[in-house]
């Protein structure tokens, strides 16, 4: 949680919760909860397992913390 007014301190799921509303949300109407809920599950799952980043060096965060050295 960040502090009170200060997004910076959040900034890492500021930047996630954009993305979804964009990818997602914005111009799709949804009829119900669960079908709003659905799809907030399934864009996590994508995110976290297929979304490529070039900071990643374009793997996924899955396959990045995958490739990573045992600590």
């Known amino acids: 949680m960040s502090r009170k007014g200060c997004c910076y301190d959040n900034s890492v799921m ?3 919760f954009g993305l979804l509303k964009q990818e997602i949300y914005y111009g799709i109407v949804y009829y119900s909860y669960e079908e709003l809920k659905a799809e907030i599950e399934r864009y996590i ?3 976290n397992e297929e979304r490529i980043k070039e900071k ?3 793997m996924s ?3 990045y913390r995958l490739s990573l050295p045992a600590a």
């Open 45 to 47: 799952k994508y995110y």
């Open 56 to 58: 990643l060096g374009w």
């Open 14 to 16: 500021e930047n996630f």
């Open 61 to 63: 965060s899955v396959q």
